[in-house]
């Protein structure tokens, strides 16, 4: 089972930047497709992206598409979100798993990083 942590959250102001990442345990995480999936207060935990277990393919929500890039480095076990351009939209405790499709596999979550986007 992979074990997942999450990083890179933060306060910026609308337009700005960050760099989410994710570090996997387990020499499994190779093998996997992999998420991110993101939860506004109030609202249902919803897929952001997802990239192949070689980093070939990637898929992403349409409200973040041209505006985030989900990348990964299988040699250190490490997934990334980078966010550009953010909006208060985006404000959300954001979270890594693995992924089938849009869906998020199994339901073992880690503590989640918080991004707030100031307008």
């Known amino acids: 089972q992979v074990q997942l942590v999450e990083s890179g959250g933060g306060l910026v102001q609308a337009g700005g930047s960050l760099r989410l990442s994710c570090a996997a345990s387990?020499?499994?995480?190779?093998?996997?497709?992999m998420g991110w999936f993101r939860q506004a207060p109030g609202k249902e935990r919803e897929f952001v992206a997802a990239i192949s277990w070689s980093g070939a393919s990637t898929y992403y929500a349409d409200s973040v598409k041209g505006r985030f890039t989900i990348s990964r480095d299988n040699a250190k076990n490490r997934l990334y979100l980078q966010m550009n351009n953010l909006t208060p939209e985006d404000t959300a405790v954001y979270y890594c798993?693995?992924?089938?499709?849009?869906?998020?596999?199994?339901?073992?979550w880690g503590q989640g990083t918080q991004v707030t986007v100031g307008s």
């Open positions: 798993n693995r992924a089938s499709g849009i869906s998020p596999v199994g339901d073992s």
């Open positions: 387990g020499r499994t995480f190779s093998n996997y497709i």
